[in-house]
């Protein structure tokens, strides 16, 4: 096999992993979008505050440490603990509940049936407000973050592919652990949407609000919950890429890349999230492959913004999105 | 007779109870707009109670006071006996009120039968974790719900269309989904805000006959708006009249039939 068509297909790997991971990203956004017609800005900042979050209980810090050693002239740093991932992980979801209370409760409760656009708005506010929070409870430097999960080169695939292409494939163990943790939580969310009572109040809510209470359902209740899955799947991203590369205010800027998913996949539908950060995914990887050294590289960081640019044009409610009919 | 306990016998025989929900002096205002203006009326137990009135009178109004969509300025609101503390919808409707909306409000989205299983919701107990974590007795929940679901679905004759998702439904079927969902609560007070506005004769005759076995075979009780005088005669056994948001009539058919005020102010006009 001429080596050019193993190198492809090992960065097409590469980039349906990478693609899993913006598919997280965007499912985010999808759900939220959803049940409340929200388009959360703050997604990316979710997923930040939530690695935060986990290393500094992981580490046993003290939240907004700097601020009351200023205040009271102490010095206090840790609690002298390290928590193993598991339970940080459960107690960090437990922030995540109380952040999603907060959000309804003090902020969108109160736009209720308010333009999109406001609505927008205000989830920019809280973008900046959660990244301000974030630094205030544990500081601004770049932090490792290890839960636990296997890094580094695959070695069986590495040998498997040695033996059959004369060639071995770098895959990273983390690549495909998130590949299946994402396939679970995608599993686990159309189970929880599609067979629990929670999950058919979601998708009423979503579909009509007057409908909705009619039968009994608490939008504020539906609304806090939509924010904790939210908040979730903010803090698996926030896992994966933190360990990845480092918990850090970039992080944060991946919500940037799953908007062209969204373009792509229609920021109403689950399985166009996850169809939408594959292609992306393995498009720009293929595309910066095979046409990068003509142009001088650097490609991933237009590709899928022009490809969502191009989707845009035909096909404006993307792969999945319901269609658009203007009714006149 | 009207007895204010026992309430009394129709004319055609059946048995209708106490007082299940009483409404005293609602005033309801939206900003100059008086909607409804200090009116008291009562709803007994086992009986179809028809709102009439002209356009803008305040019925849907009255209906949205009743199932909490909108909160009067003025007035209280008894449900079985006891004053209702301002309420939001949602808790109106755990309390056993169940409701169809004018312009029609369902979950076009879903098939007919998942719309109907949302009517169910207010009798699921099982979260999400006894679900995930125990499968045995959210098994059998989701099972009887579904029974119940689906034998209003046979009672409203929609078995035909009931995987078809809603959006899809020409305008008449649509209103007799609503009105299953509405069933699949088992209310205790099933209120319906023109129920067969927009609907051919042969249609109407159908819904007709829906609203009066629902209120023979489950006992329901029901409050209902309606236009059509014909409809509402057959169907009723006690008629307000609102016109303006002021009460003008208030008594069997007949009675507001040959009520002054209301040939003046409703049958007067050329309606039919
Ligand atoms: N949400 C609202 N905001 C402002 N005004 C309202 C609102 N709902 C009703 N009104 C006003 O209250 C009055 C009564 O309206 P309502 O819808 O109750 O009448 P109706 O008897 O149901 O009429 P129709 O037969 O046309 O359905 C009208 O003047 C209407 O404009
Ligand atoms: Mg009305």
Redesign the pocket.
């Known amino acids: 096999m001429p080596d050019q068509v193993v190198f492809a297909m090992e960065v097409t790997l590469n980039g349906l992993m990478a693609g899993v991971l913006y598919a997280l990203v965007a499912l985010g956004f999808v759900l939220i979008y959803k049940a409340s017609g929200i388009f959360n800005y703050a997604q990316g900042v979710m997923a930040l505050f939530a690695a935060m979050t986990l290393v500094g209980i992981m580490e046993g810090q003290v939240p907004f440490s700097h601020l009351i050693n200023a205040m009271f002239g102490t010095d206090v740093h840790h609690f002298g603990w390290h928590l193993p991932g598991l339970a940080a992980i459960l107690l960090t979801m437990v922030v995540m509940v109380a952040l999603a209370w907060c959000v309804q409760q003090f902020v969108m409760r109160h736009l209720v049936g308010q333009e999109p656009i406001i609505l927008f708005m205000a989830t920019i506010g809280l973008a900046y407000f959660l990244e301000g929070l974030s630094d205030l409870m544990w500081g601004s430097e770049i932090k490792k973050l290890d839960v636990g999960l296997p890094q580094g080169l695959n070695e069986m695939i590495d040998n498997a592919t040695y033996n059959i292409f004369g060639y071995g494939f770098f895959i990273d163990n983390l690549d495909i652990v998130a590949t299946v943790i994402a396939a679970l939580l995608v599993i686990a969310l159309v189970a929880f949407s599609q067979y629990t009572k929670e999950g058919r109040a979601m998708r009423a809510v979503a579909d009509d609000h007057q409908a909705a209470l009619s039968v009994g359902i608490s939008l504020n209740f539906i609304w806090v919950m939509v924010w904790s899955v939210a908040g979730f799947v903010a803090l698996v991203a926030g896992i994966m890429w933190g360990t990845k590369s480092g918990v850090q205010f970039s992080l944060s800027l991946i919500a940037l890349k799953a908007l062209p998913v969204l373009m792509l996949g229609g920021f109403t539908s689950i399985p166009g999230a996850i169809v939408g950060g594959l292609i992306i995914g393995v498009g720009e990887k293929l595309f910066d492959f095979m046409i990068g050294p003509l142009v001088g590289g650097a490609t991933e960081n237009w590709f899928a913004y022009v490809l969502a640019l191009i989707f845009l044009v035909f096909r404006p409610q993307g792969l999945f999105g319901e269609k658009i009919i203007e009714r006149v | 007779m009207l007895d204010q306990a026992e309430g009394y016998t129709t004319a055609d025989g059946r048995k209708i109870g106490g007082v299940v929900m009483e409404m005293k002096n609602i005033t309801l205002r939206?900003?100059g707009?008086v909607?409804i203006k200090d009116i008291s009326f009562d709803i007994r137990e086992g009986e179809i109670r028809a709102i009439i009135?002209?356009?803008?009178?305040?019925?849907?109004?009255?209906l949205?006071v009743i199932s909490g969509f909108?909160v009067p300025q003025e007035g209280e609101v008894w449900f079985h006996g006891s004053r209702r503390p301002p309420m939001r919808p949602y808790e109106v409707a755990r309390q056993g009120i169940a409701r169809t909306f004018?312009n029609i409000a369902l979950f076009e989205g879903m098939s007919v039968l998942d719309n109907v299983m949302t009517g169910r919701l207010t009798h699921m107990k099982t979260g999400v974790f006894s679900q995930a974590l125990w499968k045995g007795p959210a098994e059998k929940e989701e099972n009887e719900n579904r029974e119940v679901a689906e034998k209003i679905i046979d009672f409203l004759e929609i078995q035909h269309i009931r995987k078809t998702p809603v959006s899809r439904l020409p305008y008449g079927l649509k209103k007799r989904v609503e009105l299953a969902r509405a069933l699949a609560a088992q209310p205790k007070l099933l209120l319906l805000?023109?129920p067969m506005a927009g609907m051919n004769v042969e249609e109407k005759e159908d819904m007709s006959r829906f609203i009066l076995d629902v209120n023979d075979e489950f006992g329901t009780t029901i409050a209902l708006?309606e236009?059509d005088m014909g409809v509402v005669m057959d169907l009723s056994d006690r008629v307000v009249v609102?016109d303006y948001?002021k009460k003008i009539g208030d008594g069997s058919p007949d009675e507001v039939r040959n009520n002054q005020d209301v040939i003046d102010a409703y049958l007067g006009v050329a309606h039919d």
């Open positions: 939206f900003g707009v909607a009135g002209p356009n803008g009178a305040g019925k849907s109004s009255m949205n909108y004018q805000d023109e708006i236009h609102m948001g």
